[in-house]
Structure formats: structure tokens, C-alpha cells
T-cell receptor, first 113, second 116 residues
């Protein structure tokens, strides 16, 4: 069984569209994350979320919003897509206890044309 | 602010030779440090972490890392490199508190190439 899964794996869309990326973890973790990896492979945290608190990286545009229907899922919604949103997006999860390592999904490659 | 730096974009090593991938950190308080590996078109895989205790931490696939407080370093090492170790390696440090307690700040990555 895949520990952290994401769908879709590839997403090609036009500027201005709204899209969602789904993430599910079956590890029983209580915290989930979204990261963006740009073309230079630089990784940046976008959000972290448990059932009590959402932490948003202040540099993330408000066009991006996480939605968590339950502890095992954290979906990423993106409105009004821009060319600069093209990147690979990774979902991850961990236990909330300090020092818990994160487990990453396989990534979603988003291409905005 | 918590941060890590990986001074080398690329490291080349011959198969069978020891390898080192460098990481230095800047933190206030006690650091929580991590190493991850990314193979092409894959997500990141956890290798090892340092929280407290022995300065030499052993991890997956024969990798280890040495925490050096005086040099603020956390270099990744392996005694004998394999071609299959060729990948992108990321050092990371924990930042944040509360729900963000496990938020990680990643270094810029080091591409390791093991030459047959």
C-alpha cells in the first residue's frame, strides 16, 4: 500500500483555470503538508495542517488553499492559475510530535500553459 | 531564523569510494536536522535525523551523518558509494511550532553522481 498518494501525477492546464490536487495518507499521521518544488529543485513549504491548526507560509498567494475533509486527506486548490505556478507539488505527512520525520508523496507535476 | 546550507551543487565520486555531502545549519536553540534523498521523478525519501544523543546518526541504505555542534555541520556520509546512490540529496532543519512544529526548511540540494 502506498503510504502517501497524490492524484493526478501530471496536470496540464491553461492560465486562469482552477484546479485541485488530492492527497491521501494511510499512515495514521496527524499533520499533513504541501510543498512546491520549482524548476531548480528548490523545495518550499506552502502549508502545514492538523485538525486544529493551519499554518500558511506567508509567501504563498491566497489563490492557493488547502482543504482537509478528514485527517487522512489534504487537498490543494489553486484558483486562477498563472504560468509561475508551474512546478512539482508534493504532499507529505508526519506525526505532530516534535522531530517526526515527514513522508512524501510521489508529486504532481503541474504545467500551466 | 532556522536555515541550512548545502555548499555543493554537485558531488562526483567513484564507485566504492567514500562519499560526503555537506550541510551546515543556522538555528537558535537545539537543532532538529534531517537528510532526504530524491530519485528522478520521485518524492523525497527520509534517510536519517538528528534530534539529540550520539553525534553519529545511522540511517537507511548504509548512510550516516555526523552532527558537529562547534562547526554547525551535519554532513552525510557513506563508506562505500554505489552507482544506485546517484540522486539528489537534501538537508533540512525543523522550523516552527504548534501545527508547524515539524515544518522543514530545506537546503538547495546536492546532486550526487557515483561513477562506475
Amino acid at each position: 500500500d502506498t503510504a502517501v498518494s497524490q492524484t493526478p501525477k501530471y496536470l496540464v492546464t491553461q492560465m486562469g483555470n482552477d484546479k485541485s490536487i488530492k492527497c491521501e495518507q494511510n499512515l495514521g499521521h496527524d499533520t499533513m503538508y504541501w510543498y512546491k518544488q520549482d524548476s531548480k529543485k528548490f523545495l518550499k513549504i506552502m502549508f502545514s495542517y492538523n485538525n486544529k491548526e493551519l499554518i500558511i507560509n506567508e509567501t504563498v498567494p491566497n489563490r492557493f488553499s488547502p482543504k482537509s475533509p478528514d485527517k487522512a486527506h489534504l487537498n490543494l486548490h489553486i484558483n486562477s492559475l498563472e504560468l509561475g505556478d508551474s512546478a512539482v507539488y508534493f504532499c507529505a505527512s508526519s506525526r505532530i510530535a516534535g522531530g517526526g520525520e515527514q513522508y512524501f508523496g510521489p508529486g504532481t507535476r503541474l504545467t500551466v500553459t | 531564523a532556522q536555515s541550512v546550507a548545502q555548499p555543493e551543487d554537485q558531488v562526483n565520486v567513484a564507485e566504492g569510494n567514500p562519499l560526503t555531502v555537506k550541510c551546515t545549519y543556522s538555528v537558535s536553540g537545539n537543532p532538529y536536522l534531517f537528510w532526504y534523498v530524491q530519485y528522478p521523478n520521485r518524492g523525497l525519501q527520509f534517510l536519517l535525523k538528528y534530534i539529540t544523543g550520539d553525534n553519529l546518526v545511522k540511517g537507511s541504505y548504509g548512510f550516516e551523518a555526523e552532527f558537529n555542534k562547534s562547526q554547525t555541520s551535519f554532513h552525510l556520509k557513506k563508506p562505500s558509494a554505489l552507482v544506485s546512490d546517484s540522486a539528489l540529496y537534501f538537508c533540512a532543519v525543523r522550523v516552527g511550532f504548534g501545527a508547524g512544529a515539524n515544518n522543514l526548511f530545506f537546503g538547495t540540494g546536492t546532486r550526487l553522481t557515483v561513477i562506475p
